[in-house]
């Protein structure tokens, strides 16, 4: 029995650290060292059918997991910093603001080297560092497992959607469009 329990624990210890080390798939602290290409107008997706809403909530962002154990939402591949879900072009019709820019333009900085700290808000409304933000009505289902105080976000320049900027969440992976609400 001894050496049955002996056994068990060893196999534990081996397959622990062949792990060890090894990045997540999506999420576990990444973040990618650039943002999203432009899509050429060629590839650009017809917008996604978006998941049935409860009645009286937004539609909501939902994509095919490319992969297993993937979200089934927009996210960045760790290995290769490959924007999954962002393809839909500058036509999608969920991105469209009346008045892109309305409150300026995030000066704060972009990309990984400006990992800024979530300090209070929700969804509707959320800041850091005194710049204040609001996540698209058609992404709240992707902010939904955020820490609204606590959780680390980088930004980056949306180059298909006008008024808009991505925000990443190195801790899940995903990303979510966001507009510039001004410090």
């Known amino acids: 029995m001894k050496k049955l329990i002996g056994l068990l624990i060893l ?3 081996v397959a622990f650290a062949q792990n060890k080390g090894r990045p997540a798939a999506v999420g576990g602290g990444h ?17 996604r059918a978006a998941a049935p809403a409860k009645a009286g909530a937004p539609e909501a962002n939902h994509i095919a997991a490319d992969k297993k154990g993937h ?8 290995a290769n910093d490959q924007w999954v879900g962002h393809n ?24 990984p080297q400006h990992v800024f700290v ?7 409304r959320f800041w850091f560092n005194n710049f204040y933000w609001d996540v698209a009505a058609y992404d709240y289902n ?3 497992d955020w820490n609204w105080t606590g959780d680390q976000i980088v930004i980056y320049e949306d180059p298909d959607h006008i008024g808009w900027y ?10 979510a469009h966001v507009e510039y609400l001004g410090a």
Not at 166 to 175: K, V
């Open 142 to 144: 992707i902010v939904a």
């Open 166 to 175: 991505l925000a990443y969440n190195p801790r899940l992976g995903t990303y």
């Open 118 to 124: 979530l300090a209070g808000g929700n969804r509707e």
């Open 31 to 47: 973040v990618p060292a650039h943002g999203p290409a432009a899509t050429p107008a060629a590839k650009a997706q017809p917008p």
């Open 11 to 13: 196999i534990g210890v």
């Open 71 to 78: 979200p089934e939402m927009p996210h960045v591949h760790a």
């Open 88 to 111: 839909s072009g500058p036509n999608d019709p969920h991105y469209k603001l009346a008045t892109p820019w309305a409150h300026g333009h995030f000066s704060g900085g972009f990309g």
